[in-house]
C-alpha cells in the first residue's frame, strides 16, 4: 500500500453488521435467506465494503483457518511498506496452505499473501480449493484482495470463498467470481472463435 507496493492492501471500511451463515449453506440458498432474513450482504458503497459477520460466529473450521491466516502474516517479509498480509488456503482434502506476503528492494518483484499461498498449493499438486482468509493489521476494515490476486485466484474456479478478514475479528465473505466479474478465464483461451 505505501510506497505503491505489490500488498494487498486494497482494504475497504466496514461497518459491523449482522451475523453469518452457516457454512456450507447453498448459495442460492444463502441469498434467499438473506433476503428474505434481511441477513446482511456485503455492501459497497463509495468504495466502501460492509463486514457481513463477526469471525466468532463463523464454523471452527473457517475459524481455524482464518486463525491461520494470522499465523501466517506473522512470517510476511515487508521491510519497506511494514504492512503484513496473511493468507491460509483450504483445498478442497481439507489441506490448508499458507501464505504471507514477501517484499523486494525491487518493488515490483514483491508478490502478494494470496499469490504466495496459492503458487505454494500448486505446487505441491493442489488445484482444487474450497475457501481462503485473508488478514492484515487493519482494525475494524477487511483486507480485499488486489485485482491480480482475483484473477489468480479465478485461474482454479470461481464459486469457491474468499474471507476478508479484520485484525479485531470481523470478516466479509465474498466468491471469487463476486470478487471478479466480467472477468478473463482459462476457457475464454479456448473458445472456437480463437
Ligand atoms: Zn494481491
Not at 447453498?26 to 441469498?31: A, F, G, I, S
Not at 466468491?175 to 480463437?194: I, M, Y
Amino acid at each position: 500500500m505505501k510506497l505503491g507496493l505489490p500488498t494487498c492492501a486494497s482494504g475497504v471500511r466496514l461497518k459491523p453488521s449482522s451475523t453469518a451463515l452457516p457454512s456450507g449453506t447453498p448459495r442460492h440458498t444463502q441469498t434467499q435467506l438473506r433476503k428474505s432474513s434481511g441477513m446482511a450482504e456485503p455492501q459497497v458503497s463509495k468504495g466502501k465494503l460492509a463486514i457481513t459477520g463477526a469471525v466468532k460466529d463463523l464454523p471452527d473450521s473457517i475459524r481455524d483457518l482464518i486463525q491461520r491466516s494470522h499465523q501466517a502474516k506473522t512470517l510476511a517479509y515487508c521491510p519497506y511498506s511494514n504492512f503484513r498480509v496473511g493468507a491460509a488456503l483450504l483445498t478442497e482434502d481439507g489441506t490448508v496452505f499458507l501464505g504471507c506476503n514477501v517484499e523486494n528492494a525491487c518493488y515490483n518483484l514483491g508478490i502478494c499473501a494470496e499469490r504466495n499461498a496459492v503458487s505454494t498449493a500448486v505446487s505441491q499438486g493442489q488445484k482444487r480449493f474450497k475457501a481462503i482468509a485473508i488478514t492484515s493489521d487493519l482494525k475494524k476494515q477487511v483486507i480485499s484482495p488486489c485485482g491480480g490476486c482475483r484473477q489468480v485466484m479465478l485461474e482454479f474456479g470461481a464459486d469457491w470463498d474468499v474471507y476478508m478478514t479484520s485484525s479485531d475479528g470481523f470478516y466479509t465473505r465474498m466468491t471469487v467470481q463476486e470478487l471478479l466479474p466480467l472477468s478473463f478465464r482459462p476457457e475464454d483461451l479456448k473458445s472456437e472463435e480463437n
